[in-house]
């Protein structure tokens, strides 16, 4: 069975770092292009990160560039996403959802998110 | 960056009644549009990709259509277990984006 578990969420104050994790089990997981997705409290989705299946292009949104690193470890299944300088609006439910993907002339070309794990819950707050 | 507006935000429907969501995207994406389902307190399921391509395990009630900047997710039939909050996103560009969902209550 296809299967993403993510792990590491907690309370953590503002200026603060957290490292979330993401098992992946049941397919190639290198094979696949791994992103971040977070959806605030009564919120709608929002774009993170993503990552190629070799690790050698990474991607982020603007609202969290220079603050947070993506990352993964093919030996281990696993993906892993790095928060340092933590803000109140980064409180949220964070997934991981896992989805082919391919270059063409602009880049990496993520596709649908196909599958994607329980979630994590990160609270920024004093 | 690429926003996504759906419409409506929020829609009561009866069972067997057929819904349409629609995405409206600010600039042609060819098909790379694809529709989610989330039930509370769940994880987002993809429902169909590239615009109208069936996902398997999906009800064949959940369809698909659109290209360039107008997209249709359509519930023929609703059932009970379809109440949930539906979300368009695109891969055509980065930053990756998502419409801001339409909730689809059962009456």
């Known amino acids: 069975e296809v299967q993403l578990l993510e792990s590491g969420g907690g309370l953590v104050q503002p200026g603060g770092s957290l490292r979330l994790s993401c098992a992946a089990s049941?397919?190639?997981?290198?094979?696949?292009?791994m992103s971040w997705v977070r959806q605030a409290p009564g919120k709608g989705l929002e774009w993170v990160s993503a990552i190629s299946g070799s690790g050698g292009s990474t991607y982020y949104a603007d609202s969290v560039k220079g603050r947070f690193t993506i990352s993964r470890d093919n030996s281990k299944n696993t993906l892993y996403l790095q928060m340092n300088s933590l803000r109140a609006e980064d409180t949220a439910v964070y997934y991981c959802?896992?989805?082919?993907?391919?270059?063409?002339?602009?880049?990496?070309?993520?596709?649908?998110?196909?599958?994607w794990g329980q979630g994590t819950m990160v609270t920024v707050s004093s | 960056e690429i926003v996504l507006t759906q419409s409506p935000d929020f829609q009561s429907v009866t069972p067997k009644e057929k819904v349409t969501i629609t995405c409206r995207a600010s600039q042609s994406i060819g098909s790379s549009l694809h529709w989610y389902q989330q039930k509370p307190d769940q994880s987002p399921k993809l429902l169909i990709k590239y615009a109208s391509q069936s996902i398997s395990g999906v009800p064949s009630r959940f369809s698909g259509s659109g290209s360039g900047t107008d997209f249709t997710l359509t519930i023929n039939s609703l059932e009970a277990e379809d109440a949930a909050t539906y979300y368009c996103?695109?891969?055509?560009?980065?930053?990756?984006?998502f419409g801001q969902g339409t909730k689809v209550e059962i009456k």
């Open positions: 049941g397919f190639t997981f290198s094979s696949y292009a």
């Open positions: 959802a896992k989805s082919p993907y391919y270059y063409d002339s602009s880049g990496l070309r993520v596709e649908a998110f196909d599958i």
């Open positions: 996103h695109q891969s055509s560009s980065l930053p990756l984006t």
